[in-house]
């Protein structure tokens, strides 16, 4: 099974990464580290977390307080959403 990012959440990625790496040397390395791992997780057992809306589902990060909203395609995993669990929960929606 393979994944793609919706463009808005590769840029959210790619922002939190930058953000950690400008706090601590290496943090953001270790960030993305622990987001690849949750989408492999994810791939490997798609329909292990829970069902936030119709047939989007979400998986924590460890580690961070992120977590990974996505569906499943018949291409794969699409990912809408590398989200920060402190903001609103529904800024994302109009991605799917």
Known sequence: MTF???????????A??????????????DFSAEVFATI??????????PVVEDD???????????????SLEEFGVFILAVMHLRRHPDYWKDRY
């Open 56 to 70: 989007i589902r979400r998986s924590l990060v460890n580690r961070f307080p992120y977590c990974i909203l996505y």
């Open 4 to 14: 793609s990012f919706h463009p808005e959440a590769e840029e959210e990625f790619k």
């Open 16 to 29: 939190a990464i930058d953000y950690y790496e400008h706090r601590d040397a290496g943090l953001g390395y």
């Open 40 to 49: 492999q997780n994810i791939i490997n057992y798609p329909e292990a977390w």
